[in-house]
């Protein structure tokens, strides 16, 4: 959960190739007509946010598509159709989203930004095809939930507080030209990777009338409320989670549970332990309540469990302590008895049934979320219906995500949104990498893909490419980037060396406080077992990564000499500044290093890579987003200007209006760094250059 990313596969197909590659040092791969391109990335799409009508008849999702002119994901909402798979747009775009259903099934909820207008909410009558905006809003409306007798509508929405001042302002002369004003800051949170320095707002928790009205806020104060909003049965009630207390501006993963009454705006806290409390979901018969959490013992990575405790915050208890995974997302069967959740199991997104007693089962596996750019393994919406109908976005290897159902244990794929995009071209796939670590002799998940038009008496150069967070996991999903390096003429390996979340605590914690440590170990296994398998050409070895990649990047090339060129990608390089700079800064010390950087100075110098930059001989490009706050560009300044001190080859490259979230949310800058990459590797690369598909 805890990870520099904010923010995150499908295994048995992985087993079949598995079978064949292990056995033989490099088996071949089919020869096609094309390989993945760059023009390719601008016409992807993707399938995000499946909601099933309550009856299970019908599933609205958003459909996520790029294109060359307009360079940005644009969002609409489609219906598919339960049991015949036909789909037909119901909500243009550019940003069409949340789509919710009221109780009955009749309407569709959902938010939505036409050309040149703000976001709003609006209500369609899926019947009468009648579509009305339910109130005007001054900004953005957040969670939707629509109340049980479908009357009314909850959602979050920021309110603005007035900014803090100093002294008094000289009024300016009529017509005068002056300076903008100062802008004075006293908020311990003040921005955001994704948001910048934004105006002063709270959100809070609003209702309005599902047939439209003045929207009503109830909850108020300097607190941030909300994430996801659930009714009570009883429609008196509205469940949230959210941190009131003093002081809570300083304690970065404290959250409770809140229940408000819809009439007065009256308060009642439910839960009281030391962690967050997340993502509330009344029983269907009212009487308990389901929730993530956890017990905060100020470790770097914790995972979330399921819990359930009755509707008056008593008796709570956790019902996944054995699963050591983390879980996310809980829904309550229709009849009582379990409660669903999303969990991710050694890089594998599943959906699981939890009975109140603790027994799991899966349900569904290889969730993926709508990212292009690399494979992780977090996300993964889905939603069920009242007969136990359950949809979900799912991807794999070849493929972004897409719309899948299950009912009464049978899956089907609804959508194939790239099929005509990637019919006739030769994909990359991803294969099992046996790896034991040189460290400890600990089993580490990886995964190789050769090139599409892959030749077994060629050596290739290879990418080791390293994943962030670094309590994250990278799974078989699709990766734009991945495809593209394969594409280019490169091996890619990748993989999830000890630290990465899915694996249970004790894999987990091997880098608490340690981090990075012999995860660098597991690392350069990762790299021997694929040159071992004799496809590898050991003269060509190239590394790249980004966030806790980025931080590994540039340890890597601080410890060895063996690659020819790397490219640390949105990195961490000086604790001490990360520390102090990042808009995570209240959390990033006390969990992440154990201390504050004046308690602990020598730990996080130690852990730092700007600490083994006088070692550095390999050529580093650095490479960051003009307006990452989490990972701030200072970062890649310092370890630039090191190199530069040095006369150690290097490059700055900067990604305009790139915050860390969105280094690669435009499709042009995604392929723009992966060439960028590819170019800065094949500088220093042995042997002719190999090139990007055209």
Same mark, same amino acid.
């Given at each position: ?68 002119? +307009? ?19 119901? *909500? ?178 439910? +839960? ?54 983390? *879980? ?97 071209? +030769? ?129 890597? *090339? ?103 979230? +969105? ?10 760094? *992966? ?20």
């Amino acid at each position: 959960m805890n990870s520099l990313l904010t923010c995150l596969g499908r295994l048995w197909w992985a087993g079949v190739c598995a079978a064949l590659l292990i056995a033989a040092p490099c088996a071949a791969v089919q020869s096609g007509a094309q390989s993945f391109s760059e023009r390719d990335v601008f016409d992807l799409q993707v399938a995000s946010d499946p909601r099933i009508r309550p009856d299970g008849g019908a599933i609205a999702y958003v459909r996520i598509s790029y294109s060359v002119m +307009t360079d940005r994901g644009e969002r609409s909402i489609w219906l598919i159709d339960s049991v015949t798979g036909e789909q037909v747009p119901l *909500v243009e775009g550019p940003a069409a989203l949340s789509p919710r259903w009221s109780p009955d099934g009749a309407r569709l909820a959902y938010v939505a930004t036409p050309s040149g207008s703000a976001a709003q909410l609006y209500v369609r009558w899926m019947a009468q095809g009648v579509v009305s905006k339910v109130a005007t809003l001054p900004d953005a409306p957040g969670d939707i939930a629509w109340s049980p007798d479908g009357r009314q509508i909850a959602f979050t929405m920021s309110s603005p507080s007035p900014p803090p001042s100093l002294g008094t302002t000289l009024a300016k002369p009529a017509g005068a030209n002056w300076a903008d004003p100062i802008k004075v800051i006293s908020d311990v949170r003040y921005r955001s990777d994704a948001g910048g320095y934004a105006p002063r707002a709270y959100r809070h928790v609003w209702v309005v009338g599902a047939d439209g009205g003045a929207p009503r806020q109830i909850t108020f104060g300097n607190f941030n409320d909300g994430h996801t909003l659930s009714w009570t049965p009883d429609g008196r009630f509205v469940l949230f989670s959210g941190n009131r207390a003093e002081g809570w501006e300083r304690q970065p993963l404290q959250s409770n549970i809140y229940q408000l009454d819809v009439s007065d705006g009256s308060l009642k806290q439910l +839960t009281h332990a030391s962690g967050p409390a997340l993502w509330p979901v009344a029983s269907p018969d009212g009487r308990q309540i389901a929730y993530v959490g956890y017990i905060d013992k100020h470790q770097p990575h914790q995972d979330t469990e399921l819990y359930v405790m009755d509707r008056d915050g008593g008796r709570a208890r956790s019902l996944t302590v054995p699963l050591d995974r983390p *879980v996310d997302a809980p829904h309550w069967a229709p009849d009582g008895r379990s409660v669903y959740v999303v969990y991710i199991d050694k890089s594998v997104q599943k959906i699981a049934r939890v009975s109140l007693g603790g027994r799991i089962e899966d349900v569904a596996r290889g969730l993926s979320y709508e990212g292009l750019d690399l494979p992780y393994a977090v996300g993964g919406a889905y939603s069920v219906a009242r007969n136990g109908a359950v949809a979900f976005a799912q991807g794999a290897v070849d493929h972004p995500s897409e719309v899948a159902l299950i009912t009464g244990g049978s899956e089907r794929r609804l959508t194939r949104l790239n099929a005509e995009r990637l019919e006739g071209k +030769t994909l990359a796939a991803a294969t099992r990498l046996p790896v034991t670590s040189s460290f400890d002799g600990q089993a580490i998940d990886a995964w190789i893909m050769m090139p599409p038009h892959f030749d077994p008496s060629r050596k290739y150069p290879l990418i080791l490419e390293v994943h962030g967070g670094p309590y994250a996991s990278y799974g078989e999903l699709w990766s734009s980037e991945f495809q593209l390096y394969a594409a280019a003429g490169f091996i890619v390996v990748y993989s999830n060396p000890r630290g990465s979340a899915s694996y249970g605590d004790k894999f987990a914690a091997g880098i608490a406080y340690d981090f990075p440590g012999h995860d660098y170990d597991d690392l350069m296994s990762v790299v021997d077992a694929a040159v071992a398998k004799g496809c590898v050409d050991a003269d060509n070895l190239f590394v790249t990564g980004g966030s806790g990649g980025g931080l590994l990047t540039a340890w890597i *090339v601080g410890k060895t000499s063996r690659f020819r060129a790397a490219v640390a990608q949105r990195p961490v390089i000086n604790w001490t500044s990360l520390t102090l700079t990042t808009d995570e800064y209240t959390f990033m010390g006390p969990y992440w290093l154990g201390k504050l950087p004046w308690e602990d100075p020598e730990r996080y110098w130690r852990h730092s890579p700007l600490s083994l930059v006088g070692a550095v001989k390999t050529p580093t490009m650095v490479l960051v987003g003009e307006d990452d706050h989490r990972t701030p560009r200072s970062e890649a300044e310092q370890y630039y200007q090191a190199l530069q001190l040095r006369r150690v080859p290097t490059a700055l490259v900067l990604v305009p209006g790139a915050s860390h979230a +969105t280094l690669a949310a435009r499709p042009s800058h995604l392929v723009q760094q *992966v060439g960028a990459v590819v170019a800065w590797f094949n500088r220093y690369r042995v042997g002719p250059p190999v090139n990007l598909p055209p």
